[in-house]
């Protein structure tokens, strides 16, 4: 279903024209234009207070421009009312702002039903949002926002975002504000839900490994002029000044390179990550929403048995974690990078624990760094 | 017509009646805000009080005071008294109390001891929330003394229970009248202090 | 005693009439007093005036209030349901105007870039996270009503001021005690619920 008034069924091409936005003597957005392809992931990425939020936000009018256009599939989005506008686009905060009186499930259908939807419909959207970004819909349909770990409700709010079906998806910073190693699990979570969606996505972040991970190009901004937009690869090998030489930091990390071990660019691990092998999953569902985090190491008498993450934890909360953990590599501290980052790619997985005697650290995956080895 | 010596009169006694009441209140309310400091137990009865008498209304308060005190004076200061030392003794426990506990750290750290932390740290930060207890207070004892008239206190008030009687409106409005220009000067100047104390800090 | 007074002074009824005249002017000033909120949150340029009026009214003493009403509207029922109103819109109209003007801007936020309208936001955002606010108003304006609703006992309104000025006139301290400490008991009661409903408000609709 979509907005009553839908403006585009597919987005083929964005235009950004000379696009300028003052706030009195500060200039925010200085004569930015860019080209957004359909279909194609672009990263806003810059330092903060670079224009990249301003730019996102002009793009469904929450901010006006003063000076140039902006296009969406050729038609100028000053055409549009605004608000109708803001329907037919999807948006995603750092802040999620999930409204705190509402459950799960009003929260997502909110506009729906001002839409006039039948329940009927309603609940079948929301189900299907839910489990596109893997929370079970029976758990969480009714429960508010502040019974829910960040992560969670980061999810809630990109499901929100969707449900009008909207071939556009603005997202700023969604990830921002979470524990690392539930940022790497999200993105990962969200670049499954972008290939099944194909949607045309527009995300600003000042992550550059968030940008060089789910970018298809990544454009980079500074004191509100856009300095270069490339394809990922082409920023590394070409980077169009010394400015983004240092963004991509290419010269330090090749120079590193050889001699980096695990141990230089794992996690440590922090004492809430850990969970003993009897306690159940019930009591690690709560400590983990407390803690905001979503993952954890399963210990036995010290001794490393596995991993849990908090979405399996829900299916089985009468088990102890001793009977539902599961595994992911172990590499040893004095190990390469290269190696253990290139082992991990190619098993797919993004988390590995590092081991001494016990786990002593937590290496995710590098997309910057496998790049560049 | 009226004497208009008699509604000076009748001024007279209702501001004597209200600001002494007022007065002694805040004589009273101050210490037993600085004892709660030091006493969580009669702070916490205290403040639970403050919270219940809040509710109820004035008239039984002033009726209570009957069978207690007899009529006159005495027992409309009374009743006056129970019913603004509650407020007073709430917004000064509260000033004091609730003070950035970094201040009264460092105050320590510098050598100073309790009297001199409650003189120069405690009590400047707790005045502005003081000065709107009184302010607060002044507005209560002034509607107080209208009704204790009632039992025989004078001032205003009796003007208007005399008028009330006999059904006489133009009486009735020679002691209201003067009692709400009381009372919007009252807010007035009370809002014209508390401006400059705001500045000041 | 108790029963003797109960009976003399018939502190039933009396207390059915009270409590009725309470609940009367009650649901007049929540409909206003929200009302008022909701038009200086759109028109936020009258605001500073219109709370600074309602303000001063609130200083005069409540009897005054009452009686002055009297020369338009006699005595009785009517002038004392007016001066309540007229006293007690006060909180109402603040928090609601406070309640909705302050809402969390990421709320705010977020629901503009889902493409809701400002009705819209008023609606579904802002009134419902004013709630606990307004039942807080709504609260304060439930003693005040209290208070002035006592009053009109003295000028002909029925309900438990009656009894008190009866017996004071004819200097009965039973009645003073039995009746002042039924009112004392009846406010803190009537306090109370509204504390209640005003937490359980704040458990739906509140932030944290």
Redesign the interface.
């Known amino acids: 279903m979509a907005p009553s008034k839908k403006f585009f069924n597919k987005i083929d091409k964005i235009e950004i024209k000379n696009v300028s936005k003052n706030y009195g003597a500060v200039i925010a957005v200085n004569q930015v234009s860019l080209d957004i392809i359909g279909g194609e992931l672009l990263i806003l990425l810059g330092p903060s207070g670079c224009g990249k939020t301003t730019l996102l936000r002009m793009i469904n009018r929450l901010v006006e421009t003063d000076d140039g256009q902006i296009l969406i599939n050729g038609q100028d989005v000053k055409s549009f009312n605004p608000v109708l506008l803001r329907k037919n686009i999807g948006y995603v905060i750092q802040q999620i702002g999930l409204f705190p009186h509402m459950t799960v499930k009003e929260n997502i259908s909110l506009v729906p039903k001002l839409e006039g939807w039948t329940e009927k419909e309603m609940n079948q959207r929301v189900k299907e949002l839910l489990e596109l970004v893997s929370l079970p819909p029976e758990q969480f349909l009714n429960r508010k926002p502040k019974e829910l770990s960040g992560g969670q409700q980061q999810r809630i709010g990109l499901a929100r975002a969707m449900v009008m079906d909207s071939p556009l998806l603005l997202m700023d910073e969604p990830f921002g504000a979470l524990d690392p190693i539930l940022r790497k699990q999200l993105q990962e979570e969200f670049i499954k839900v972008k290939e099944r969606l194909q949607r045309t996505i527009i995300f600003v972040t000042h992550d550059i490994e968030e940008a060089f991970r789910l970018g298809d190009r990544v454009a980079i901004l500074r004191e509100g002029q856009l300095i270069q937009v490339a394809r990922k690869n082409e920023l590394l090998v070409n980077p169009a000044n010394d400015f983004i030489a240092d963004i991509v930091d290419s010269n330090k990390k090749f120079r590193h390179l050889d001699n980096l071990t695990i141990k230089d660019t794992m996690l440590p691990l922090e004492k809430k990550y850990i969970f003993q092998s009897d306690e159940t999953a019930q009591s690690a569902i709560q400590r983990m929403i407390k803690e905001q985090i979503e993952f954890g190491i399963v210990l036995e008498n010290h001794n490393y048995k596995g991993t849990i993450k908090l979405n399996q934890l829900y299916a089985n909360q009468e088990k102890k974690l001793k009977e539902i953990y599961s595994q992911v590599p172990t590499y040893n501290s004095t190990d390469s990078v290269a190696i253990a980052l290139d082992d991990m790619k190619k098993n797919n997985n993004f988390i590995g624990i590092v081991m001494e005697d016990e786990p002593i650290g937590i290496l995710l995956s590098d997309e910057l760094l496998s790049r560049l080895i | 017509m009226i004497d208009i010596n008699i509604i000076l009169n009748a001024v007279g006694e209702h501001l004597f009646l209200a600001y002494s009441a007022l007065f002694i209140s805040i004589i009273l309310a101050i210490p037993l805000a600085i004892i709660s400091l030091y006493n969580r137990y009669l702070a916490s009865v205290l403040l639970v009080l403050a919270n ?1 008498v ?8 002033v ?2 005071a ?2 207690l005190l007899g ?1 006159g004076f005495k027992p409309a200061i009374f009743a006056i008294i129970l019913r603004i030392i509650l407020p007073l003794f709430k917004n000064a426990y509260t000033g004091l109390k609730d003070i950035d506990f970094f201040y009264i750290d460092s105050a320590r750290g510098i050598g100073l001891n309790k009297m001199e932390i409650l003189r120069y740290i405690r009590f400047p930060h707790a005045f502005p929330a003081i000065f709107a207890g009184i302010k607060f207070a002044a ?1 209560i004892a ?6 204790t008239s ?2 025989g206190a004078g001032g205003l ?1 009796e003007l ?1 229970f005399e ?2 009687t006999n059904f006489n ?1 133009p009486k ?2 020679t ?3 003067p ?2 220009i009381i ?2 000067l ?2 007035v100047s009370f809002s014209l202090i508390e401006k400059r104390i705001s500045l000041e800090n | 005693m108790i029963l003797n007074v109960w009976k003399t002074q018939q502190l039933g009824i009396k207390t059915i009439e009270h409590l009725s005249m309470v609940f009367i002017a009650l649901l007049i000033i929540i409909f206003i007093g929200i009302g008022i909120g909701i038009f200086l949150y759109n028109r936020r340029n009258l605001s500073d005036i219109v709370l600074n009026i309602l303000n001063v009214i609130e200083t005069i003493p409540e009897l005054v209030l009452l009686v002055i009403l009297m020369p338009f509207l006699g005595i009785g029922f009517k002038p004392t349901i007016v001066a309540s109103i007229l006293y007690s819109i006060l909180p109402v109209a603040r928090n609601t105007y406070v309640g909705l003007t302050q809402v969390d801007q990421q709320y705010l936020e977020s629901a503009r870039a889902m493409g809701l309208a400002e009705k819209e936001i008023l609606w579904h955002v802002r009134i419902p996270l004013a709630l606990p606010l307004i039942a807080a108003g709504v609260r304060i304006a439930i003693v005040f009503t209290m208070g002035v609703v006592t009053l009109g006992g003295l000028i002909a309104a029925g309900g438990l001021g009656g009894p008190i000025q009866t017996g004071i006139h004819l200097y009965d301290k039973d009645i003073i005690i039995v009746t002042g400490l039924w009112i004392g008991i009846l406010a803190v009661l009537v306090d109370s619920i509204g504390s209640w409903i005003e937490k359980l408000l704040n458990r739906r609709y509140g932030y944290d």
């Open positions: 219940l809040q509710a109820i209304p004035s008239f039984a308060v009726a209570i009957v069978p009529i507005v002034n509607s107080v003394a209208i009704l009632l039992i008030g208007i008028g009330l409106i009735v409005l002691g209201a009248i009692a709400m009372a919007i009252l807010d």
